[in-house]
């Protein structure tokens, strides 16, 4: 009985697991004018979205998940080369021979077929409007003295489902073209040292461009929390934990 209380609890918060495929995976629904968009959250800075009939991968990694028990994509969007964001072996088993792929240059040399978008390029695949936006370092660097992620490199997305925009910021930091963006409805900010933000510039960053719905994500062990209690006082920025690790 208290199982089933459970299911029926987090069904209703749209938090529901993935039992239909045998793995647990936190998901939240959020209308749209064109129906709803499901999110489903596997882990670290990985993402799927089911939107319609179709199905969409972000940054998809055989560690966060078995993705022979999701459905293969129509989409794929892929942010940079990195092992934790870019895996040949996962993008296989989703891909089908309509799938769409599209990722940073960086990715092309792991990826056939993948069509590269470039910061500021803009596209419409499969009815979604999709912009890949900068995301690199500025304060975090490697020993060498090179950025962990050099500017030009990598592609955060913002993709619209009907009338939300959705912004997947990809491996970045809290950078000056952030300033610039618009009408953002649900932000995903990486918050991890050394390689992207603090809650500090989490918080900055969310406060230049005010999304509606705040998740941080690919936040190994930091605290959360933290970010919570620096935008308690920005109500009209709605802070989600999942687990994003």
């Not at 370092?137 to 020993?143: D, F, G, L, S």
Request: hydrophobic share 40%; glycine share 8%.
């Amino acid at each position: 009985m208290e199982k089933l209380i459970v299911l029926l609890l987090t069904s209703f918060l749209g938090l529901a697991p993935l039992l239909a495929f045998g793995q647990k995976h936190e998901e939240d629904i959020i209308s749209t004018s064109a129906g709803d968009l499901k999110i489903t959250f596997i882990g670290h800075g990985t993402l799927m979205f089911t939107f319609g009939n179709k199905v969409i991968h972000v940054d998809p990694v055989s560690s966060e998940t078995d993705y022979k028990k999701l459905p293969q994509a129509d989409l794929i969007l892929i942010t940079h080369e990195h092992f934790d964001h870019c895996d040949p072996e996962a993008i296989k088993i989703l891909r089908k021979d309509s799938t769409v792929i599209i990722g940073s240059g960086s990715c092309q040399p792991k990826v056939p077929g993948l069509k590269v978008m470039k910061n500021g390029d803009r596209t419409n695949i499969l009815g979604l409007e999709i912009e890949a936006v900068p995301a690199y370092n500025i304060q975090h660097k490697r020993p060498d003295g090179n950025p962990f992620h050099p500017k030009g490199v990598g592609n955060g997305y913002v993709i619209t489902f009907g009338n939300k925009r959705v912004y997947v910021a990809g491996d970045t930091e809290n950078i000056p073209e952030m300033k610039n963006l618009k009408n953002i409805d649900i932000a995903f900010l990486p918050m991890n040292l050394p390689y992207t933000m603090t809650p500090e510039m989490v918080a900055e960053a969310a406060k230049w461009f005010k999304p509606r719905i705040l998740y941080p994500y690919h936040y190994g062990e930091t605290d959360t929390s933290r970010l919570v209690a620096l935008l308690k006082d920005t109500p009209e920025i709605e802070v989600r934990i999942r687990q994003m690790k």
